[in-house]
């Protein structure tokens, strides 16, 4: 063998959103928390991201997981995600997939047919509760750290586009929310790219224009996803349903219905007092994925009121997998091509809205 390192690998998706979860090989990352931990693999060991996520071994759509030790005494393992462009603190539908992978490949033991574990995460602890039958995991809960609001109805002035109202929450992430059908959009799949690139452009304004310093966090990023809201149904039943579909930089969909993304939405709405604490709500993605939501209980992050959203979903292992490097490879840390890194042939609207963006830079 000549791999200069192995990652033992475990691809998992959540609603079709693909996770690499990383369960050996990483070796030592020093740090007390799975923050300090972030920061490290952030500021040292940032190839190991790149090389799972850029080509040749990755792709755009991929997310990775890196399962740690964690000094936390109610916690039984840690995590660290990575994005291709970031590494948020939170994520949805990586929690979902690490806790999948961690339970049916039996590195944490599975308990039939309800699964409790606390997780660690760079936010914070992750409380999990896992149904489970004939060994498969069939749902996963997870207990997000405190969802809220940082604006409401905020104007932001877009290049091409005129002011556009945004709200603006933390959902794990900080979110640039827009009703879709304001500019035209119905959240379908052949809306795929403009939704990605007119997503884009707004968010990179609301980003300039808008603060989003979490109370509590300094550190915590600011605002670094879009997330287009479709309207919000209530079925004969009484449960309330929506479809969104998220823009992860640097310009491409989240094919799951976004677990923090349905966290940011639930802040929104209690905000606005179209949901209360204790109700359902059912998020769809672009694909017709599904999340089951609610707000657990109400409390607040430095004075701010918040929630505490809980989510479900589902995932499932695909491939299990040892990434290397050859020490000839030319490419240790991989490469990211505009073709589909954030860049395809717009449609008109788009094309005008990106020109029109690029005439306005300084």
């Not at 409790?116 to 509760?129: D, K, N, P, Q």
């Not at 479809?243 to 094919?255: C, E, F, M, T, Y």
């Not at 000839?328 to 788009?350: E, H, I, K, R």
Request: glycine share 10%; hydrophobic share 40%.
């Amino acid at each position: 063998m000549r791999w200069s390192q192995v990652l033992n690998v475990v691809d998992v998706h959540c609603g079709g959103e693909n996770a690499r979860v990383v369960t050996g090989g990483l070796g030592d990352v020093p740090g007390e928390t799975m923050l300090d931990k972030r920061a490290y693999l952030t500021e040292h060991r940032d190839e190991l991201r790149l090389r799972l996520l850029q080509e040749p071994r990755g792709n755009v759509i991929n997310s990775a997981d890196f399962v740690l030790p964690t000094r936390h005494p109610e916690a039984q393992l840690g995590y660290v995600i990575a994005e291709s462009t970031e590494y948020p603190v939170m994520s949805g539908s990586n929690t979902i997939c690490v806790t999948t992978a961690l339970l049916e490949t039996g590195m944490l033991p599975m308990v039939e047919p309800v699964t409790h574990l606390t997780l660690e995460s760079a936010a914070g602890l992750i409380r999990v509760e896992c149904t489970c039958a004939d060994g498969k995991v069939t749902s996963v809960r997870f207990t997000n750290q405190p969802a809220f609001v940082y604006h409401l109805a905020a104007p932001v002035e877009v290049p091409g586009l005129g002011t556009v109202t945004v709200d603006v929450a933390w959902g794990g992430m900080a979110y640039v929310l827009l009703d879709a059908a304001l500019l035209g959009f119905g959240i379908t799949p052949d809306e795929g790219r403009d939704l990605c690139v007119v997503g884009e452009v707004i968010k990179l304004a609301a980003a300039e224009q808008l603060d989003a310093v979490h109370p509590e966090n300094p550190d915590f990023p600011g605002i670094t996803n879009f997330e287009w809201t479709g309207p919000v149904s209530r079925g004969a039943d009484g449960l309330l349903t929506a479809a969104n579909a998220v823009v992860v930089s640097p310009g491409r969909l989240d094919r799951s219905p976004c677990g923090t993304g349905t966290s940011a939405r639930l802040a929104v709405m209690h905000a606005r007092g179209e949901i209360g604490a204790g109700e359902d709500f059912v998020h769809t993605s672009i694909i017709g994925s599904r999340f089951d939501s609610r707000i657990e209980s109400l409390t607040s992050v430095g004075g701010v009121p918040a929630v505490v959203p809980s989510v479900a979903g589902q995932a499932w292992i695909t491939q299990l997998c040892q990434v290397g490097v050859d020490p000839t490879d030319p490419f240790p840390a991989g490469y990211a091509l505009a073709d589909t890194w954030g860049a395809a042939p717009p449609s008109p609207l788009a094309a005008r809205l990106v020109a029109a963006a690029e005439r306005a830079r300084p």
